[in-house]
């Protein structure tokens, strides 16, 4: 009976977040990150297309993005990422956005970045140590407003839609040339070491850390 209570002791604590360790600068984004979404969503004019986010298996929120990382070479935009499980999302983990070749056709100093992931083989290929969009997963700009009747066939074919906000402004943008990957580092102060995206994302092994639930609640809306 000890045996059987210690197990289960050590089982609680490896699914448990670890996040007294998240950093102030993380904290930040993902409060960011959910005010993004809460903006997005009070412009429906401006919104990602019902039919679209409601299909979507995975939705990733890069705020604030600088122009100047994406001159300096070695630099990225960071993020935070959740997936749909069932009608609930998952709890989220941080990504990050290696430059791309469209880095330098950005005119804003900051611009925050939408990313729906349409699919299941996009999530497979997300879930890699990193992925090329563009090359190793289709990304195409996504259709603004209403509703997807607008939407191209690349548009509805594509693993990935990408989307960006310069003063104010949402459109879809071009992505391709980047570089996503989970960020190992920033996670592990979430959930503590040794979790992986997988674990968080698609197995339900973590419960969802309360300071990133402010990123949760503004996907629900």
């Known amino acids: 009976m000890k045996r059987m209570i ?37 412009a429906p004019d401006q919104d990602i297309p019902t039919d679209l986010w409601s299909k979507a298996s995975c939705v990733l929120v ?20 959740s997936c ?3 009608a609930a999302w998952s709890p989220p983990i941080f990504m990050r956005l290696g430059k791309g070749s469209w880095g330098l056709q950005f005119g804003a100093q900051t ?15 997300l879930l890699r140590n990193k992925v090329s ?18 939407a191209t066939d690349l548009q509805l074919r594509a ?7 310069t003063q104010g402004i949402f459109a879809g943008i071009n992505l391709s040339g980047g570089v996503l990957r989970d960020d190992v580092d920033d996670n592990a102060d979430l959930y503590g ?13 973590v419960q969802l850390p309360g300071v990133a639930r402010t990123f949760i609640d503004a996907l629900n809306k």
């Open 62 to 81: 890069i705020p604030s993005l600088k122009k100047a990382a994406f001159i300096v070479g070695g630099e990225y935009g960071k993020g935070l990422m």
């Open 111 to 125: 611009v925050d970045l939408v990313l729906l992931v349409m699919n299941d083989k996009g999530i497979e290929k």
């Open 193 to 205: 070491k040794g979790i992986t995206a997988r674990n968080i994302l698609l197995e339900g092994k």
């Open 159 to 165: 693993e990935i839609l990408s989307y960006s906000r």
């Open 6 to 42: 210690a197990a289960v002791l050590l089982s609680a604590v490896a699914v448990t977040p670890m996040s007294a360790a998240l950093s102030t600068t993380e904290t930040k984004r993902i409060e960011d990150a959910a005010t993004v979404l809460r903006e997005l969503h009070n």
């Open 133 to 150: 969009l563009g090359a190793e997963a289709s990304v195409a700009a996504g259709p603004v407003g209403r509703d997807a009747r607008a």
């Open 84 to 86: 749909r499980n069932g």
